[in-house]
């Protein structure tokens, strides 16, 4: 009842030059956004960008930039007092155990979907795109991707383990398919330089080792250049990546699965996180709008790679990572216009 008082008071009876003013604001970050992401499939479209280039660049925005960037920001990270990240995490965490099992009854009780489509569901329209588009977004909306931190390291180390499980039950029945899955998942893990960069991160922060580094230092600023790339190229590499996974016209047999996960993905998943943060876990301001904000956020841009890994169709999953993008831009404005007066 709370949230359509707050709607009819923002549209109605409110103060519509306030609101105004954080929709623009949220229009000239988010557009800046979606722009350089245009900006790499116009690239590759046009030829000025060789095949592959998109790898190249993800390569190095993942193994190089988010890495350092994502370092210097848990290193540097200081809450503001009376944020509760525990409860930001616990009410992201639940809203996401509500969106699977919702998922699992749609697509294997409803849809009859083997297990691997599932759990590959779990991670398209289960996940964020934390690295890629949370980040960016965050820096530029809140100033800085602190929050995004807790969000990769608790989807890396958890929930993709757990999808990584569901995929892999179907060859339990082979021998050592057990430690086969445990091998899986703990390299899963332990190759994500994001989480070893933020693990890093935070341990020298807690141990109070970031007072003794000087940011005048040149290491130190050499790192906060190579970060300032992470995201340009971030979402430049994003936008050549479906350019180059372009399909044919013959996916009209999953056009109605892609709609579906459309509109799980980005607005099923931000209106769980809603109810469940403010109305179970009772976060209000920055945190609330941080959680809405990172549900919104499009399909995790690894999907395709698992697609392509359990042999299930790349086109469809590259689709639906197209189309939860291009829709994020319209829900992350619309939680930007609602939310955002609350946090500045």
């Known amino acids: 009842m709370s949230f359509l008082l707050r709607v009819y008071v923002r549209l109605v009876a409110a103060d519509w030059q306030g609101g105004l003013v954080m929709l623009m604001l949220s229009l000239n970050s988010t ?39 994502i370092f210097l920001t848990t290193l540097k990270s ?12 616990q009410a992201y965490g639940l809203g996401i155990f ?16 083997s297990l691997v489509e599932v759990g590959l569901n779990f991670i398209a329209i289960g996940q964020t795109n934390t690295a890629f588009l949370a980040v960016p977004v965050f820096i530029l909306l809140l100033g800085d991707s602190a929050l995004v931190v807790p969000i990769i390291i608790f989807q890396s180390v958890v929930l993709t383990s757990v999808a990584i ?3 892999e039950t179907s060859s339990f029945s082979k021998a050592g398919s057990s430690g086969a899955f445990l091998k899986r998942a703990l390299l899963v893990v332990f190759k994500n330089p994001l989480i070893i960069s933020a693990l890093t ?3 020298i922060s807690q141990i109070k080792l970031s007072h003794m580094i000087d940011t005048d230092f040149f290491i130190i600023e050499s790192m906060e250049m190579i970060a300032d790339t992470a995201a340009p190229i971030a979402l430049i590499a994003l936008g050549a990546s479906f ?16 709609v579906l996960g459309v ?15 403010q109305y179970f876990l009772g976060l209000s301001g920055l945190l609330l709008f941080a959680l809405i904000l990172i549900s919104a956020m499009p399909s995790p841009k690894n999907t395709f ?3 392509q890994t359990y042999g299930v169709s790349v086109q469809k999953f590259n689709l639906i990572l197209l189309a939860t993008t291009g829709v994020s831009f319209f829900v992350v404005n619309v939680a930007g216009y609602f939310f955002l007066p609350d946090v500045v």
């Open 31 to 69: 557009l800046s956004i979606f722009i350089l992401i245009l900006l790499g499939c116009l690239l590759s479209f046009a030829g000025l960008m060789r095949r592959g280039a998109d790898e190249i660049l993800s390569d190095y925005v993942f193994y190089v930039a988010l890495p350092v960037e």
């Open 78 to 89: 200081d809450y503001t007092p009376g944020v509760d990240i525990n409860a930001y995490v």
């Open 98 to 113: 509500i969106l699977w099992v919702l998922i699992f009854i749609i697509y294997r009780i409803y849809l009859k979907k």
């Open 165 to 167: 499980f569901v995929m």
């Open 201 to 203: 991160g935070s341990l």
């Open 243 to 258: 350019y180059a996974g372009r399909v044919a016209s013959t996916m009209k047999n999953d056009c109605n699965e892609i």
């Open 263 to 277: 509109l799980i993905k980005n607005f099923l998943h931000p209106a769980i996180s809603f109810v469940v943060g």
């Open 305 to 307: 790679i698992f697609a």
